[in-house]
């Protein structure tokens, strides 16, 4: 094998996805949900990033928003890339630098979807985000995401 | 123990209860960490190669290096109350002393009664400078190391007062202003082992944001005062008798010593493209102080888990050395060179052109790899042990490093 051959076969495998990333995007759009006797009836998709990002966490009803982030990395990694076209390792590098300057916090990370449907469906201001076709009727959907 | 190991201590007691703080749970208190593991390398004989001015050593040519980037944090939060906390942040790395000692970098009070204020009060990272909010945390930024043109000119990161910030929504993005005070105690190193420690200066400044999108641009001022009226050389050039020697030991010993800087700057960071754009002025109103232009380029591109990246910048200084007006003959000599020294000691010009790689190989780990081609003519950053001195050089610096924040 030649010497080029080796180096392109090395670039290859440097590019290949790693098993723990999880580059399988969910076809499926994700929705952004609040709870279902929430006054907030639409948000708008700078509105979400500004709360998810730490950027601005209101709700137009002049509350605080308590953004739910999801543990599953396949579904974190399915919304942020349908949300602001990250990789989990951008928005981690992200929030280290908003953490270790004492910024702002990353959102509350729920253990699994169902969770974070719970805190959402149970806490008036709290924000989460799930697939479209887990929508329950104790939630309601303020932004469709397109994939 | 000592009051300086004092909050490891603490840090590491209150990590034993590592919970999450959150108004969705009940936990009082969250645990972060970072670090980094670099090596560094150079070919430049005589000459050591630092990441900033307060490091008593840097990289010599031969040697790989591994004071200059690497570093440990910790990190706690606790919440006290509704929008109430408080937060300890240590880390340990290579100090002015080139021992490795734990330093408190943060410890501050932190109230945020609504998401439009935040007020801080204690020890605060100074955040003046766009992409450098967290400095020593190299998981956060795209290259090794922050450019050491700009960042490295910064003596301390922290400083011990308040700062307020006022957020509101503008136009589909975020306006946010931020005001700070307070005491700036910082050290120098110097080549000789040494180290200048200014603990009663004080810093005033302002910052204008606005972020939209994958935006972020910045606009800031900042005001240093520093207690003058203690040069060294001073004394001996006003006994000189000589009426320039007089005039410029007035100049040299004024009782208020005052710089002032300003940025403005803007950060893109997109699929796929990364980018960064700044540029600083700082000025003082004194003969030995600070006064230079920076300027920072950075292009990344990231291709899956691999950011390739090159980056600009440059410090250019633009304070003139005033002469003595004293006869060269030998008894005045060594006082020549003093005022000399004087004067350009906090003098900069140096420019880097800098092409990496990122590699996110795990979650919330990286790789990297970089070379920085460094040219310079005189520079405060760079310890310059030839005799007599390099003057105009260049050296390469290779740079391996592995990041992780948690």
């Known amino acids: 094998m030649t010497a080029v051959r080796c180096i392109r076969l090395a670039l290859l495998l440097l590019l290949l996805p790693l098993p723990w990333l999880p580059h399988a995007v969910h076809a499926e759009d994700m929705v952004v949900i609040v709870n279902a006797g929430s006054h907030v009836h639409s948000l708008t998709r700078d509105q979400v990033i500004d709360i998810f990002m730490g950027r601005f966490r209101q709700l137009p009803t002049g509350a605080t928003a308590l953004p739910i982030d999801v543990a599953d990395p396949a579904e974190r990694q399915t919304f942020y890339q349908q949300l602001v076209h990250k990789s989990l390792a951008e928005i981690g590098s992200y929030w280290a630098r908003l953490v270790f300057s004492g910024q702002a916090t990353p959102p509350f990370r729920a253990p699994d979807s169902r969770a974070a449907l719970r805190l959402v469906a149970t806490n008036p201001d709290a924000i989460g985000y799930c697939y479209r076709s887990a929508v329950t009727g104790r939630v309601k959907v303020v932004l469709a995401l397109d994939h | ?406």
């Open chain 2, 1 to 406: 123990m000592t009051l300086r190991t004092l909050p490891l201590a603490l840090l590491l007691a209150l990590g034993a209860s590592i919970v999450r703080a959150d108004a969705l749970s009940d936990s009082r208190f969250t645990l972060g960490a970072f670090g980094t593991l670099g090596a560094v390398y150079q070919n430049a004989r005589g000459l050591a190669y630092r990441r900033d001015i307060s490091q008593g050593h840097g990289a010599r040519a031969g040697e790989v290096d591994l004071g200059t980037d690497s570093i440990i944090g910790l990190q706690v939060t606790g919440r006290i109350a509704s929008g109430f906390d408080a937060q300890v942040q240590e880390t340990v790395h290579r100090d002015e002393d080139g021992l490795w000692r734990p330093e408190l970098e943060r410890a501050f009070l932190r109230y945020q009664p609504n998401p439009a204020v935040m007020v801080r009060a204690g020890r605060i990272g100074l955040g003046l400078y766009l992409l450098a909010d967290a400095f020593d945390v190299g998981y956060a930024y795209l290259t090794i190391r922050p450019p050491v043109e700009i960042y490295g000119l910064l003596a301390a990161d922290e400083f011990d007062g308040a700062d307020a910030s006022f957020s509101r929504q503008i136009g589909g993005g975020i306006g946010r202003i931020r005001v700070l005070g307070g005491k700036w105690p910082f050290e120098v190193a110097q080549p000789n082992g040494t180290a200048v420690q200014i603990d009663n200066d004080s810093i005033v400044g302002i910052t204008a944001d606005y972020l939209h999108g994958d935006w972020q641009t910045r606009a800031a001022l900042v005001q240093i005062h520093i207690p003058g009226g203690n040069d060294p050389v001073a004394p001996a050039l006003a006994a000189t008798g000589f009426p320039q020697a007089v005039q410029l030991a007035g100049e040299l010993n004024r009782s208020q010593l005052i710089s002032y800087g300003a940025e403005i700057g803007t950060t893109y960071d997109g699929d796929p493209l990364q980018a960064a754009l700044i540029y600083i002025h700082l000025n003082s109103d004194y003969l030995s102080g600070p006064k230079f232009n920076s300027a920072f380029a950075l292009l990344g591109y990231h291709i899956k888990q691999l950011t390739p990246y090159a980056s600009f910048s440059m410090t250019d200084n633009f304070g003139p050395t005033h002469t003595t007006g004293l006869p060269v003959v030998p008894v005045f000599e060594p006082l020549i060179a003093a005022a000399q020294e004087d004067q350009v000691s906090s003098q900069t010009t140096q420019r880097s052109f800098s092409l990496g790689v990122r590699y996110d190989f795990a979650p919330r780990v990286d790789f990297k790899a970089q070379v920085d081609r460094i040219s310079l003519h005189q520079s405060e950053l760079i310890f310059d042990y030839n005799v007599p001195p390099s003057g105009h050089t260049s050296l390469t610096v290779y740079g391996l490093a592995v990041d992780f924040a948690f």
